[in-house]
């Protein structure tokens, strides 16, 4: 059998079309999230005063600033695509990049798209009861909170799939409002 010759595989990079107004507008909806609408009722339920919400929304802030920087510090280190998986290759082996790349899928995407979700479903059920989940999809096998969250997270998903053109606009806009 003759050995066929294999050319080297090309270097490829990720275009970098991403300004700092896009990258910051991206940073604050990560960051921010859902958060911002079902976490001050639960923060004023708990903490009574409003001066302690004001405190935890800084001490927050200042927290994600910190990090922001040093991200941009790693990021200036290692200018290579990958974030966290490059830094912890890097600094402790390719097994701890591999592992906080399914850490960041379950616990940094999946999780807070989840909470989003239920977020969603319960504002959904408040402006239309019609659509709460007691109403719709009732089974044994799935409790109506589920069937619910479930819709909000199919529209969301639906949603998501409709404008997934021109992604870099919109996630622009979305955060500014000013479409």
């Given amino acids: 059998m003759a050995r066929t010759e294999v050319a080297p595989a090309s270097q490829t990079a990720l275009k970098r079309n991403a300004g700092l107004f896009l990258a910051t507008c991206l940073?604050?909806?990560?960051?921010?999230?859902?958060?911002?609408?079902?976490?001050?009722?639960?923060?004023?339920r708990d903490l009574g005063s409003p001066f302690?919400?004001?405190?935890?929304?800084?001490?927050?802030?200042?927290?994600?600033?910190?990090?922001?920087l040093s991200y941009s510090e790693l990021g200036a280190m290692f200018p290579e695509a990958g974030g966290e998986y490059v830094y912890l290759r890097e600094a402790f082996g390719s097994i701890f990049g591999f592992l906080t790349g399914w850490a960041s899928f379950i616990a940094g995407f999946s999780a807070p798209i989840g909470a989003a979700t239920?977020?969603?479903?319960?504002?959904?059920?408040?402006?239309?009861?019609?659509?709460?989940?007691?109403?719709?999809?009732?089974?044994?096998?799935?409790?109506?909170?589920?069937?619910?969250?479930?819709?909000?997270?199919?529209?969301?998903?639906?949603?998501?799939?409709?404008?997934?053109?021109?992604?870099?606009?919109?996630?622009?806009?979305?955060?500014?409002?000013?479409?």
């Fill in 118 to 179: 239920i977020g969603f479903a319960a504002y959904l059920s408040h402006f239309f009861p019609s659509l709460g989940p007691e109403n719709i999809f009732p089974s044994a096998f799935c409790s109506s909170r589920l069937s619910a969250d479930g819709r909000a997270y199919c529209a969301l998903g639906s949603l998501t799939c409709a404008h997934h053109r021109n992604a870099s606009r919109r996630a622009t806009s979305s955060v500014t409002h000013c479409d």
């Fill in 27 to 44: 940073i604050i909806a990560n960051v921010i999230g859902s958060g911002i609408y079902t976490t001050p009722g639960f923060l004023a």
């Fill in 52 to 68: 302690a919400v004001l405190g935890i929304w800084i001490i927050g802030a200042v927290l994600a600033f910190a990090g922001a």
